[in-house]
């Protein structure tokens, strides 16, 4: 299955994916202190609309989900966010895909390099990162920045 934007009308199954996301692993996907997402339905929808979110999706469910976020300090920086697939989805490439995606839109943009952030204790993701040319540039208490130059 081939990543794709999602846009506002995909905010149902994006809003879910997202939910199961901090419930599973709040850890990797949000700090310890932020509590439960503010958003409200609309603002998923309205954050759907520049297409910066792409996900996998067969069947009316999705699988997976990426962002792309941009960097306001360096437009030829873009951050890899919020990487997530479903437990039964997992080990059939659906991440490596979306990060396939969101590396070529971030090309097509003049985008230089990839950065993104990652929890100490997410090994599995850790090597998936290190896997698909992103190199450590420094850890933290309790994660680890992690770069790919494009």
């Given at each position: 299955?081939?990543?794709?934007?999602?846009g506002?009308?995909?905010a149902?199954?994006?809003?879910a994916?997202?939910a199961?996301a901090?419930?599973?692993?709040?850890e990797?996907f949000?700090?310890?202190?932020?509590g439960?997402p503010?958003?409200?339905?609309?603002?998923?929808?309205?954050r759907?609309?520049?297409?910066?979110v792409?996900g996998?999706i067969?069947?009316?469910a999705?699988?997976?989900i990426?962002?792309?976020?941009?960097d306001?300090?360096n437009?030829?920086?873009v951050?890899?966010?919020s990487?997530?697939?479903?437990a039964d989805?997992?080990?059939q490439?659906?991440?490596?895909?979306l990060i396939?995606?969101?590396?070529?839109?971030?090309r097509?943009f003049?985008?230089r390099?990839v950065w993104l952030?990652?929890?100490?204790?997410n090994v599995p993701?850790?090597?998936?990162?290190?896997a698909?040319?992103y190199?450590?540039l420094?850890?933290?208490?309790?994660?680890?920045?992690?770069?790919?130059?494009?």
């Amino acid at each position: 299955m081939t990543p794709r934007r999602l846009g506002p009308k995909d905010a149902d199954l994006w809003c879910a994916i997202r939910a199961e996301a901090l419930r599973l692993s709040p850890e990797h996907f949000a700090p310890r202190d932020a509590g439960p997402p503010p958003e409200a339905r609309v603002d998923f929808a309205a954050r759907l609309r520049d297409g910066a979110v792409w996900g996998v999706i067969e069947g009316g469910a999705i699988l997976a989900i990426a962002a792309r976020g941009s960097d306001a300090a360096n437009p030829r920086r873009v951050w890899l966010q919020s990487l997530y697939t479903k437990a039964d989805a997992r080990g059939q490439g659906h991440a490596r895909n979306l990060i396939a995606a969101i590396e070529a839109e971030a090309r097509h943009f003049g985008a230089r390099e990839v950065w993104l952030e990652v929890g100490l204790t997410n090994v599995p993701a850790r090597g998936l990162y290190l896997a698909c040319g992103y190199a450590p540039l420094r850890e933290g208490s309790e994660t680890a920045l992690m770069r790919k130059k494009l």
